[in-house]
């Protein structure tokens, strides 16, 4: 198993690296399709299991949200559907019911959900795999190639996501269906 407190400390100590590197490599969707830099967010700092760091563009009809979740070295990109014109949700929902809430799905579902979960842009594959071993994997990947793995999440955005980005929200409740059912509830 992952030493998380150490993990923690050194993802921390990374975090503006992490802001820094996310807004250049995500800097097309400001100058391609209209975003606007939205802010960065640090959550849960003190929490070692929940402590993450969030990069965020705001759009007409979406919001994307580069991610990093430090214990289990988990990067990557979210769309959420906005509920008007540039505002950003209260409340997003990857899988299940709305209930009051708006759409949303990672990158890594649209590509799934797509057929190319095994395409080589995402670094890290499925970060939904939790396990010691691929925590430990992820963790040695992110600590030698942060820059990379962003660069990969970006060309995936713009392979898997460039309808969503445009502002056709109906794939995002597909990838909830979808996710929903991989996760079996």
Known sequence: MPDYARLHEQSLAAVPQFDA???????????????????????????????NARVLYLGP????????YFSTAGLGVAFAQTPAPWTSPQRRVFFGD??????????????????HADDAAFLLGDTDRVDGRSINARVKVVQANLRGVLDGLAVATERYAADILRGDTAPLAEAMRSYTLTLGR
């Open 98 to 115: 709305l209930k009051d809430a708006m759409p949303a799905a990672r990158l890594y579902t649209l590509a799934e959900m797509r057929g």
């Open 21 to 51: 590197d996310a807004r250049e490599t995500f800097a097309f969707l400001e100058l391609t399709y209209g975003y606007h830099f939205h802010g960065s967010r640090l959550d849960s700092a003190d929490d070692v299991r929940d402590a």
């Open 61 to 68: 009809a979406v919001e994307v949200e580069i991610y990093w």
